[in-house]
């Protein structure tokens, strides 16, 4: 499967804790999108990366939200002191050829 | 900023039936994509179909079609035989290279496909 990986699928948190989410796109994408969908909504926009570069984060929600990609092959992002607003669906994307992104299954995260 | 609107929360369509669903969108830009995105119960986002700004001509793939009206910032989708599997959330989508192509979605239309 050469598709959008995403890890873990599913998280359960308490509130305070950090967690961290992992991204794999497509080899050969050198953009990687991430999204915040929560439930009746559409997805969110809260950052992306060309390579290694992040070049847009200020719409990530908070100080909270950071997002790595350290070799331009993977992603991470990080939400740290987790509040109960931050339960959704984060989904990740990366762009191929025509301008489409590919998404992965995403992480759905419950913080109680 | 652009906003991307879907004024139908719900649909239900028959089986085998034509059903179209509405999306408009409000944008300065002249040159942008439009996408429609399939995300069934439970399942990852996939695309359905995509819309380049500067083709007049409608896109089609199989079953699906749009109607892409550009001065009226309209773009609907058009699902044709429509069938048990079409059942999903239906997300419109707007995109273009000032946002580094990053999607702005509508907030969806959920799509029932009744027998």
């Known amino acids: 499967d050469t598709g959008v990986s995403q890890d873990p699928r599913h998280k359960i948190t308490k509130r305070g804790q950090n967690v961290t989410f992992r991204c794999d796109p497509i080899?050969?994408?050198?953009?990687l999108y991430w999204y915040r969908q929560t439930l009746g909504q559409g997805p969110e926009f809260l950052t992306y990366f060309q390579n290694e570069a992040q070049l847009e984060k200020s719409r990530l929600l908070s100080d909270r939200f950071s997002a790595e990609r350290p070799k331009g092959s993977f992603s991470t992002l990080e939400i740290q002191r987790t509040e109960q607003g931050d339960s959704a669906m984060y989904l990740c994307?990366?762009?191929?050829?025509?301008?489409?992104?590919?998404f992965g299954p995403g992480t759905r995260l419950l913080v109680l | 900023a652009q906003t991307v609107t879907q004024s139908q929360p719900e649909m239900s369509v028959q089986e085998a039936e034509t059903v179209t669903l509405s999306c408009t969108y409000d944008t300065s830009e002249s040159n942008y994509y439009l996408f429609w995105y399939k995300q069934p119960p439970s399942r990852q986002m996939i695309l359905v179909i995509r819309?380049?700004?500067?083709?007049?001509q409608n896109a089609t793939e199989n079953r699906f079609s749009v109607n892409f009206q550009k001065a009226a910032k309209s773009f609907s989708l058009k699902i044709s035989d429509s069938q048990l599997g079409d059942t999903a959330m239906y997300f419109c989508a707007f995109m273009n290279s000032n946002s580094g192509y990053a999607l702005n979605f509508g907030k969806g239309t959920s799509l029932l496909v009744t027998p």
């Open positions: 994307a990366s762009l191929g050829t025509e301008e489409t992104q590919y």
């Open positions: 819309q380049e700004a500067y083709k007049q």
């Open positions: 080899s050969e994408h050198n953009r």
